[in-house]
């Protein structure tokens, strides 16, 4: 049997509903879609094994794109030929008798045999139940496969109507495959279909875009231009709510001023609040809605809070129908006791809450305050306590409070608060005033930092005051002048305190270590930095101190990651983000000082995803608060990105934008280390000129007292770069062998590793094959055991050649013949030993002449021929040797021998 049959329709037995009303003939295809529609071939993927089920469920809030993609399967189920029926609701199908009008009108022309097996209900339906059967009976009977689309299930609350679905879906035939549609899980019998494997489920966190989606969608469907860190920024803001993003669109500066518009949206919009008003808000039961204003001030809430907040005790029965109708809610644990709402629909809810004149905000922030504080959750019962106005506290509270707030990181709410303190003579208060002065620090506002610790020395002078705090007021001046790159200042204040620990405060212990070893970490002294952390013991917990346990994770892990050990460095920076996207959410301030350094490791091994993924949702964050070396590993990563996606602007703005962090808080080794990138960025430009400039720059900074990688290596570094455009190859290598002996000798072998192809490169072009081998093959062996591809793919194609030569010298080798093929292909693969193509006399002399550094002109006057002819040799030269400017023709070139 041909069974392209579901383009036709056969007569259907039912034209008008009850009452002589026409059925809606609409409601038999999807609804018409607006523009270009993002095909998303991942969810279509998950719902091609319906075949073999009965149900597939697509179960999400509103505008998370569930239509969209039933009408798609729909599509592809037809082009394949298949019999598939569409059917929408609407709460005027909630009735038994009108539900199985329109069901079955749906399903009749599906198939002839269908049409005169239940014919006979043409005389009038039977209940709905006696209905469902015959249905069932003669499903079974056609035996062709049938698909059902059922779109809006959630408008169908009769429970006749559920019964008898449930019964069709127990009893349905194996060629009988339904897929629903519904803003809220429907009570049919989806636990006993998942035991049978006859259930396919598709949620909310799968119908989210993800960045490559969201990419996509703006530049087809939506026609913008958005580059990539705005794309990510617009996907945090929405979390990949796909109405979220189609408002932006909506916007008509979002061509113009995409910036201003994500910053708008963040911040609710009027558009989104529109939508959730007329689609959300407005069918909603007026006891959800008011639970959901009063709620909505809270980060994340449980039922128990939720019941203090409002007054109320329903908090489990509406938490459990607001997780059920998909209203904007994630589950924040996996026993679904805490929750929190979508970030936009958190800002709508808060809008219309203070139009409400019958409600006190500041009343229902003290209620949460004085939930959290009988919790001990002291961070968040401050952060509210702030909100109610109440901005003094008594004593013990205020002083647990500020403690939490520092152990949680969480610095911007506790400047806010200290910072509207007065100072006063009792100890209390100045405990709050020596966390003030290290919340300055950690936001690098050193001057202000460093005036109130001398305010604060000038009490200590005058008054007693308890050992602990006399440790804490040296411990938060080491951290200010570490942080402010005065290092060797941050040792002689550190070093004395870690004979007086423990002291008597956990928290005051893990600073002194914290920072000492900090220090080290930053003059490249490892073994110290790892032994002045065996120095204390610390909490078994990450709930007892999670800062500490943050930062001395960033510690150890820099110190192993700096060594090439990887591996060991990436488990300390998961295990302690764990902990911290646990407790404190993944925008907090440990959060972010994590997934700097894990940015780094995505960046190492070329997995872009992973790397947008850490950053997308705390690069504000990361900005804020990511110390010295987090800020540059995210921005050398994202823009090394750039660069590998041929984003040359995007490369200079995000390095622009890093170099305004360095010069704000003075941090003259970030800035010598963006400056060499940008070293980078104009030779691959062929500026030579603007590379000079930079490397200029980067040699009038000021020492940075013995960091490595410092100051006088990025400018040497820079200067081996500009050497080897110039063509001087040995020049530059002799340049690079002595930081890489430096870096080798101070245990810095990652970054040995990522000089090491660039030293290579010199001896090779210098004619020094063997040496140039013997350079580069340390670098193979440490990538290979740490699984590296762009610290040395980075290099560049200039790499291939002698990439060959290490592959032939160590083919008996092991596992490094493969590795040094998968750099190959990554690199372009192909290294042609001898050129596909001739130059010409001419050409070569000209080739020759641009090895030389001559200018157009002068080449012209070399082989006495007009500037115009010279441009076009060049230019068929390019063509031959597929570059586009002469630094890398003259690479090329030296790839091919043409040189020689």
């Not at 469902?132 to 698909?147: C, K, M, R, S, W």
């Not at 087809?220 to 109405?243: F, M, P, Y």
């Not at 904007?328 to 808060?350: K, N, S």
């Not at 060797?488 to 305190?497: M, N, S, V």
Request: glycine fraction near 6%; charged fraction near 25%; proline fraction near 4%.
């Amino acid at each position: 049997m041909d069974r392209r049959h579901s383009e036709r329709r056969f007569a259907p037995v039912y034209s008008q509903g009850t009452c002589g009303l026409p059925l809606i003939a609409t409601k038999f295809v999807p609804p018409r879609s607006p523009g270009v529609l993002l095909v998303r071939p991942r969810l279509l993927a998950r719902l091609e094994p319906l075949a073999e089920r009965s149900l597939a469920l697509v179960c999400a809030g509103a505008g998370f794109g569930k239509t969209t993609l039933l009408a798609q399967w729909r599509s592809q189920l037809q082009e394949r030929g298949e019999a598939v029926a569409w059917l929408s609701l609407d709460e005027g199908d909630d009735v038994p008798e009108y539900f199985c009008h329109y069901l079955l009108d749906a399903l009749l022309p599906l198939h002839p045999g269908l049409g005169w097996r239940l014919g006979f209900l043409a005389a009038g339906l039977p209940s709905i139940d006696r209905v469902f059967g015959h249905l069932i009976n003669a499903v079974q009977a056609v035996e062709a496969p049938l698909y059902l689309i059922v779109d809006d299930y959630h408008t169908i609350r009769d429970p006749a109507i559920h019964r008898a679905f449930a019964y069709l879906l127990e009893h349905a035939p194996a060629n009988f495959h339904v897929l629903l549609g519904s803003r809220s899980l429907p009570p049919l019998p989806l636990s006993r279909l998942r035991s049978r494997h006859q259930l396919i489920e598709v949620d909310t966190n799968d119908l989210r875009f993800n960045l490559c989606e969201a990419r996509h969608y703006f530049a087809d469907s939506a026609a913008l231009a958005l580059s990539n860190a705005q794309t990510q920024r617009l996907l945090e803001v929405t979390e990949g709510w796909i109405t979220g993003m189609q408002m932006a669109t909506l916007s008509p500066s979002i061509k113009d001023n995409p910036a201003q518009v994500i910053d708008s949206l963040s911040h609710g919009g009027r558009l989104v609040g529109r939508y959730l008003e007329d689609v959300v808000f407005e069918p909603l039961p007026a006891a959800v809605d008011d639970f959901l204003m009063r709620t909505s001030i809270l980060d994340r809430f449980c039922a128990e809070l939720c019941d203090a907040v409002t007054g109320r005790h329903d908090g489990h029965a509406m938490l459990d129908w607001i997780e059920r109708h998909n209203l904007f809610v994630a589950a924040l644990d996996d026993h679904g006791q805490w929750f929190r709402y979508h970030h936009l629909f958190a800002e709508t809810l808060q809008t219309r809450l203070r139009r409400r004149t019958d409600l006190d905000i500041a009343t229902l922030h003290e209620r949460a305050g004085n939930w959290f504080a009988g919790q001990s959750l002291w961070a968040e019962a401050t952060r509210h306590a702030l909100a109610a106005g109440k901005v003094e506290s008594a004593p013990g509270r205020a002083g647990l409070g500020a403690q939490s707030l520092a152990e949680r990181g969480d610095i911007d709410t506790l400047l806010g608060w200290l910072q509207q303190l007065p100072i006063t003579a009792d100890e209390h208060r100045i405990s709050l005033q020596l966390n003030l002065a290290w919340a300055l620090a950690h936001r690098f506002r050193f001057d202000e930092s460093r005036r109130l610790l001398g305010e604060l020395r000038r009490w200590f002078a005058v008054h007693p005051a308890r050992r602990d705090l006399r440790v804490k007021l040296d411990a938060v001046a080491a951290i200010c002048e570490a942080f402010a790159e005065n290092v060797q200042t941050g040792i002689a204040l550190a070093e004395p305190l870690l004979a007086q620990t423990p002291c008597g405060d956990s928290w005051v212990d893990g600073l002194v270590c914290n920072v000492l070893s900090y220090c080290h970490l930053v003059l490249g002294q490892h073994e110290q930095a790892q032994a002045v952390q065996r120095h204390t013991l610390y909490p078994g917990a990450p709930t007892e101190n999670l800062f500490v346990t943050v930062h001395r994770a960033f510690i150890l892990g820099q110190s192993h990651l700096r060594q090439g050990d990887l591996r060991t460095a990436e488990a300390c920076f998961l295990q302690a983000m764990a902990s911290a996207d646990r407790l404190t959410g993944p925008q907090s301030s440990g959060s972010a000082t994590l997934a700097a350094s894990l940015a780094e490791l995505a960046y190492e091994r070329g997995d872009w995803e992973r790397l947008d993924a850490l950053v997308r949702q705390r690069g504000l964050q990361i900005d804020r608060v990511a110390p010295l070396d987090g800020v540059l590993a995210v921005y050398r990563a994202l823009c090394r990105r750039a660069l590998a996606e041929d984003d040359g602007v995007q490369a200079r703005l995000l390095l622009q934008h890093a170099q305004e962090i360095a010069g704000q808080r003075r941090w003259n080794r970030l800035q010598a280390a963006l400056l060499a990138e940008q070293v980078r960025l104009q030779l691959q430009r062929d500026d030579l000129a603007g590379a000079e400039h930079m490397l200029r720059r980067i040699e009038l900074l000021k020492s940075d007292e013995g960091a490595i990688p410092g100051c006088r290596h990025y400018a040497r570094i820079a200067r081996a770069r500009l050497l080897l455009a110039q063509g001087l190859g040995l020049a530059a290598a002799d340049c690079l062998a002595g930081v890489v002996a430096e870096f080798e000798a101070r245990g810095q072998l990652l970054e040995a590793v990522r000089l090491r192809p660039l030293w290579a490169i010199a001896l090779w072009q210098g004619d020094e094959r063997d040496a140039a081998a013997d350079a580069l093959l340390p670098a193979l062996q440490l990538g290979l055991r740490e699984n590296l591809l762009c610290s040395l793919t980075d290099a560049g194609p200039a790499l291939l050649p002698l990439l060959t030569r290490c592959a032939a010298v160590e083919a008996g080798s092991g596992d490094l013949p493969g590795y040094i093929a998968l750099l190959r292909e990554r690199l372009g693969g192909e290294d042609c030993v001898e050129p596909p193509f001739s130059l010409s006399e001419r050409e070569s002399q000209t080739l020759r002449l641009v090895a030389a550094g001559q200018s157009n002109k002068e080449i012209a006057r070399s082989l006495d021929i007009s500037v115009e002819t010279v441009k076009w040799h060049l230019k068929n030269l390019y063509g031959k040797l597929q570059v586009t400017s002469r630094t890398r023709a003259m690479s090329r070139a030296r790839e091919l021998s043409l040189l020689e």
